[in-house]
């Protein structure tokens, strides 16, 4: 029962490591999920639309989980992204828009 009940808490603990490393990941800013790939752009952050580019799909942004937010694809020109709602993220990185300046506000 004890060597059971080990092998069980062992594959339990590599099931929730492999799932919440797995679930994260760097979403591209899209401001324009209709068109193929990232475009820069104005828009609204929330987590309803779909406006985050995975590397090969669009997706919403999900506050449960810690992804990491990525503005700049060097497409097109910068705009405002507003805060729709509270959003939770890893981090926030600036990369070179096509041109012009990122501006973020709530």
Request: net charge neutral.
């Amino acid at each position: 029962m004890k060597t059971r009940c080990w092998k069980l808490g062992v594959v339990f603990l590599l099931l929730a490591s492999f799932c919440n490393g797995a679930l994260a990941q760097n979403l591209i800013w899209d401001a324009d999920p209709t068109l193929a790939g990232t475009q820069d752009g104005s828009g609204v952050w929330s987590t309803t639309t779909n406006t985050w580019w995975t590397g090969s799909a669009n997706t919403i942004w999900n506050n449960s989980i810690p992804n990491g937010a990525i503005f700049g694809s060097g497409s097109d020109q910068a705009g405002t992204v507003v805060l729709g709602e509270p959003i939770v993220c890893a981090n926030i990185r600036f990369n070179a828009p096509g041109a012009g300046n990122y501006t973020t506000c709530r």
